[in-house]
């Protein structure tokens, strides 16, 4: 047993413990409050250094992309003043009502080829073109009228015309290039033409695209004519005015283009001109990106880029956990010098009663391993004892459940014994009168007469052993492996044991079927005591019915086949709907069934993966209705059934 400390060595601790408490909450105070400051330094240092360097790196990618542009678009500035002086063009616009304008197009055609240019086309004074290289195309540009543009006004004045825009039949993306066409005086104050070459930009922010970046180009309206990123195209930088958008809409530079504004946000500005900016909506909202602008005065364009903030962001971390690190681990090292020395003391205090802690708790570790290892041992036993009681309960419950499945079908020989009796008698009877007469044939020397006899009587036996048979299949016992099984073929056996009943009853039986064979995944012996049971309780339902009729019906649907069996019978009582497949459940008089006939035959569809069901009809009488998996693993015959045959 430990001993216990001297009560004034007690008092001292607990006196030094209360003195210390001021102390060590003021130096945790100060601990946290350095560690702060150090990281919110370090990540500000950090920030401001990877901005610089971000934004160096943005500069050099916004003036090199610029650059890009100018060249792409100022490689085709000579094309249209090149096009504007060939002699073929002049000659068909002084005269264009005499000659063919098929020779331009052609030409038009190849140098748009050559050049690499989307379309070139050429207009008369009045705007109209004459001439296209899309010429044989459904939208071609020839009759259309393109006087509102600006790059004809300006070089139907005689100037080189620069323009950017949606065209108005293919709704792309375009620079126009414009030259004016003189036929004989260039001091005149109009051109007597004007050839206009259209280039596109897809190949420009496809380069765009494999950049770590977003680019954007604005005109002097600040809409994105040109962007990385195609959900950004046609957008408005800011909101635009009323006279703004009235403007856009007279000149037609974006046809009826919406131009919703972008949602661009500024966060912050830089001494340096940049900016951090962010976006309310679009692909770009909930991340902040440094905003560089560039000029292009030639153009009356803008070009902006955006490199996303991550790199800045993930320096400032990296940067406040390795100053917090730091920081972190001079205190620590700090804190473990004194703990060390106040350990020291402490181990030597307490080591002996750890040691005799421990001792004990090994002790009482060992008793309790022994007392649940006795206690495991013993439950494994009981439930080894359990799992075989449980098993031979089950087998119990297996062998007891098909000595009942059989009982039940001896139950309905018993029932058929009557039928089955008379069918026998007929043909016995029918057997004496033909051997009687086939001896006195014989004895007055009428051989053939004999014979005809004696073949009459083969048949009947015949008749006989099918008869026989058929109790016999009834009778035998199920299997438990499950085929494909004939459902027609199954109600034909039905009927066949019901034959005799049906024709002294009178039945009228009705046939509901498709016109091509139905197969069902199920045991052929146990669906055919299932239907041979539902039958017989329909026959019965209707023994005092004055014009009974079975129904038999089969419903193909998808994977399952429907099977239903109804009577014009009485029907059954609502309040025993809920109650007909429990067992010994009967509404039968007594001696008349046990009530088990429609609880096994639940049982047995349940086993066979189906289900049973039992309603009323609304014009009267009662339906069962037996759904199982259809059979679609085997390629079956589709010819159309053929109904039994039946006496009504």
Not at 545 to 551: D, E, G, I, N
Not at 624 to 640: E, G, K
């Amino acid at each position: 047993m430990s001993q216990r400390p001297p009560a004034r060595a007690t008092s001292s601790v607990a006196h030094a413990t209360r003195l210390s408490r001021p102390w060590r909450l003021t130096l945790l105070v100060a601990i946290v409050a350095g560690l702060v400051l150090v990281t919110w330094q370090a990540a500000r240092l950090a920030r401001e250094q990877a901005l610089s360097s971000l934004t160096d790196e943005a500069h050099n990618e916004l003036r090199l992309s610029a650059e890009g542009l100018r060249g792409h678009l100022s490689r085709h500035d000579y094309l249209a003043e090149m096009l504007a002086s060939r002699e073929v063009v002049h000659r068909f616009l002084a005269t264009p009502d005499k000659l063919e304008a098929m020779p331009v197009n052609r030409l038009l055609d190849k140098v748009r080829e050559t050049a690499d240019v989307s379309d070139i086309y050429l207009l008369n004074r009045q705007g109209d073109t004459l001439a296209a290289s899309n010429w044989q195309r459904p939208d071609t540009f020839i009759g259309q009228n393109y006087r509102f543009r600006d790059y004809y006004q300006d070089a139907v004045a005689g100037r080189l015309g620069r323009f950017h825009g949606l065209g108005t039949s293919s709704k792309a993306r375009g620079y126009y290039f414009s030259a004016p066409v003189w036929l004989a005086n260039h001091e005149a104050q109009t051109a007597d033409g004007v050839v206009v070459v259209k280039l596109l930009l897809d190949s420009v922010e496809d380069a765009w695209a494999s950049q770590s970046a977003e680019l954007m180009v604005t005109d002097e309206d600040g809409i994105i004519f040109m962007a990385s990123r195609e959900e950004l195209r046609l957008h408005a930088l800011h909101p635009l005015s009323q006279a703004q958008r009235q403007a856009l809409h007279d000149s037609r530079r974006y046809a009826d283009a919406p131009l919703p504004p972008a949602g661009l946000e500024i966060l912050e500005r830089r001494p340096d001109g940049g900016q951090i900016v962010s976006f309310r909506q679009g692909p770009l909202a909930g991340t902040p990106y440094l905003r560089l602008r560039r000029k292009m005065p030639e153009f009356d364009w803008q070009m902006h880029i955006l490199k996303p903030l991550t790199p800045v962001q993930t320096a400032q971390w990296q940067s406040a956990l390795l100053a917090g690190g730091l920081y972190g681990m001079i205190a620590m090292a700090g804190g473990y010098g004194w703990q060390r020395r106040r350990l020291r003391r402490e181990r030597e205090q307490f080591a002996e009663r750890e040691r005799r802690t421990l001792a004990r708790a090994r002790d009482e570790l060992e008793r309790n391993v022994e007392r649940r290892t006795r206690d495991l041992v013993d439950s494994n036993r009981r439930l080894s004892d359990e799992i075989e009681e449980r098993r031979r309960a089950e087998q119990s419950l297996r062998q007891t459940r098909d000595e009942l499945v059989q009982a039940a079908k001896l139950a309905v020989l018993g029932q058929l014994a009557a039928g089955i009796n008379h069918e026998l008698n007929q043909p016995l009877a029918a057997v004496r009168a033909y051997a009687e007469n086939a001896r006195r044939f014989l004895e007055q020397g009428r051989a053939e007469t004999a014979d005809a006899n004696l073949a009459q009587i083969v048949e009947l036996t015949e008749r006989m052993a099918e008869i026989s048979a058929q109790l016999k299949q009834f009778s035998r016992p199920s299997g438990d492996t499950l085929t494909a099984v004939s459902v027609p073929a199954c109600f034909g056996y039905a009927l066949r044991l019901y034959q005799a009943r049906l024709n002294e009853s009178g039945v009228e039986v009705v046939y509901a079927w498709p016109e091509t064979e139905a197969w069902v995944r199920a045991d052929l012996v146990r669906l055919e005591q299932v239907l041979v049971n539902l039958i017989g309780n329909a026959l019965q339902a209707m023994s005092e019915t004055p014009s009974p009729r079975l129904t038999l019906a089969i419903e193909p649907a998808h994977d399952k086949v429907r099977l239903s069996v109804a009577d014009n019978g009485p029907g059954i009582d609502e309040a025993n709907l809920a109650r007909v497949f429990e067992p010994f459940f009967t509404t039968k008089s007594p001696g008349s069934g046990l009530g088990l006939g429609l609880s096994i035959s639940s049982r047995i569809i349940d086993d066979l993966g189906g289900r049973l069901t039992a309603g009323n009809q609304p014009q009267g009488g009662a339906i069962f209705t037996v759904t199982l998996p259809a059979d679609t693993a085997t390629r079956r015959d589709t010819s159309p059934l053929q109904e039994p045959s039946s006496h009504a």
